[in-house]
């Protein structure tokens, strides 16, 4: 490989989504991973989309978008993508916090998130696998969920068979910029020459921005997930609480707030979330660390602890099932919480793609978005709160 | 053979040829030759690829039993030497543990503990 029109820098559902559409749009695409297809966030996800946490604004628009997406996708990809609308359990534990739920019921349902309050004897009918501590629940049934792994090799498998050539285990090693412009990536197997480079390596943006002398801004929050081996159907497939003191206007005095919770819980920032896959294995969640760096990718025994201690407390079923394995992954938030989209206004044809938190594979959309930008068509949600410049301008002013 | 009870790709010597396309390789997922050969066509080039994709090793015995096979089939469809496949991502427990016993750790204190490499 010697040239092309894009050098993607990232195997993710991200990067992969753009080499999809760059090169079904015609451009010559050239993408790079450095330890593997789908090795970062994409890999190490519940990947689904739950309504219960969203409010309206942008990003509900993007949330939306993408199941509009996912609806369509495996057809045009001819992939199962393991879709599947399985809603969504929010779990309550406090009377308390009922008039709350009911008010944000209401402006979610504004919003078009539809919502089904399901009282203490039909819950314990339903979900006999809840503990006492659960006394009611929100169904959401809009919620889904799907195999992140399968659409990003769904989408460079598509994105080959139009021309895109994919070097999975190739690092970049350092980004060419001559008279303010980028001219290409040096990577493990040779210079490739390209008139745009973009910055699609999720937690490791930073790292890329740098190579451009682009800054980057990326927080990271690491998180640890559970897998336990396949079990029969347990009720809805995706379950979770809510931490209502992270939530505005919530009751947080007492009764009104979540149980309390231990020491180690709250240190690494545990809360409960369920995932059964298609398959019967169950994902658990989820853990949150601060400041954390992807050198320190280990799983952390005492955070896998405080997750199941939790998680066996809201569903005490859990307690005899066995854990298969565990796995960490850095969720890369932006300054604002939304994502970094589009060309840097520094370095020409340096462009972003990053920034995602923990949103990645539900914001799946904005590769279309960005894709649809670069090439001159009018992305279906505006790209402008999205653009990366935005970071740019506000590094001027401070 | 290589050193008795390896698990490291780096160990796998020649490349077993396929016995046959149906052949399952991995036993907790039921996965076949053809279907990890087929994803390896497609540029998987690595165990965790073809985990991520086919399954192959992503069952309750985690990889220990068709690891080298797997290992085997990616350099025979690709002619890469098999001491040059990236080791997969060593993700703990090393057996199944209830999650009960692993939940019974919480509060141990020292310093921070952490396992395997993602």
């Known amino acids: 490989v010697r040239a092309a029109d894009y050098v993607i820098i990232g195997g993710g559902i991200t990067g992969a989504g753009l080499a999809y559409h760059l090169a079904a749009d015609g451009a010559d695409v050239v993408l790079l991973d450095r330890r593997g297809i789908c090795s970062g966030a994409t890999g190490a996800t519940h990947t689904q989309i739950g309504m219960h946490n969203r409010m309206p604004g942008i990003q509900l628009d993007l949330a939306f978008y993408t199941i509009r997406i996912l609806e369509t996708l495996g057809a045009e990809l001819d992939c199962d993508l393991e879709v599947n609308r399985t809603g969504n359990l929010m779990l309550l534990e406090h009377e308390a916090a009922f008039g709350w739920v009911e008010g944000r019921r209401e402006t979610q349902r504004r919003a078009g998130i539809v ?8 819950l314990r009918r339903r979900e006999p696998w809840l503990g006492p501590r659960v006394i009611a629940a929100v169904l959401y049934p809009q919620s889904i969920r799907m195999n992140s792994m399968r659409i990003c090799h769904a989408y460079l498998k598509a994105a080959a068979g139009r021309g895109a050539r994919i070097l999975a285990t190739a690092p970049a090693t350092a980004i060419r910029v001559e008279g303010g412009r980028v001219t290409g990536v040096e990577t493990a197997e040779g210079f490739i020459s ?4 973009v910055n699609a390596a999720g937690a490791w943006a930073a790292e890329v921005g740098a190579m451009a002398g682009v800054s980057v801004p990326i927080r990271l929050n690491k998180g640890h997930v559970v897998v336990t081996e396949r079990v029969p159907e347990v009720g809805v497939k995706m379950k979770g609480e809510v931490i209502l ?3 505005a206007g919530s009751p947080t005095g007492p009764g009104g707030g979540s149980s309390p919770a231990s020491e180690a819980e709250v240190r690494y920032g545990v809360k409960f979330v369920f995932t059964q896959t ?21 799983v952390d025994r005492r955070a896998v602890a405080a997750i199941l201690s939790r998680a066996t407390s809201f569903m005490p079923w859990l307690a005899g099932v066995r854990c298969i394995r565990t796995f960490t992954g850095f969720r890369p938030y932006s300054p604002d919480g939304l994502p970094m989209l589009g ?3 520094r370095v020409e044809g340096f462009i972003v793609a990053a920034g995602h938190g923990d949103k990645g594979v539900g914001w799946l959309c904005t590769s279309k978005i960005l894709a649809d930008h670069l090439t001159g068509r009018r992305p279906e949600i505006p790209i ?4 990366f410049s935005r970071m740019e301008a506000r590094s001027i002013e401070q | 053979m290589s050193t008795s009870g390896s698990t490291n790709p780096r160990a796998t010597e020649a490349a077993p040829p396929p016995a046959g396309a149906a052949c399952v390789v991995c036993r907790c997922e039921e996965v076949t030759a053809e279907a990890i050969l087929q994803v390896v066509r497609e540029g998987a080039r690595t165990l965790d690829e073809v985990k991520r994709v086919t399954r192959a090793g992503m069952g309750i015995c985690q990889g220990r039993t068709c690891q080298r096979q797997v290992a085997g089939l990616i350099v025979h469809a690709t002619g890469l030497d098999a ?5 997969p991502s060593v993700r703990p427990p090393v057996r199944p543990v209830p999650l009960n016993v692993l939940a019974g750790r919480a509060g141990t204190g020292g310093a921070e503990e952490e396992d395997g490499t993602a």
């Open chain 1, 343 to 345: 060309p840097s206004s």
């Open chain 1, 194 to 197: 390209a008139r745009n480079v």
């Open chain 1, 245 to 247: 003191h992270d939530e």
């Open chain 1, 278 to 298: 298609d398959h019967g294995n169950c994902l658990i969640g989820r853990s949150g660390e601060e400041p954390s760096d992807t050198a320190r990718r280990g």
């Open chain 1, 115 to 122: 919502s089904e309050f399901i009282p203490l004897a039909e």
């Open chain 1, 384 to 387: 402008d709160p999205f653009l």
């Open chain 2, 83 to 87: 001491g040059s496949l990236r080791p």
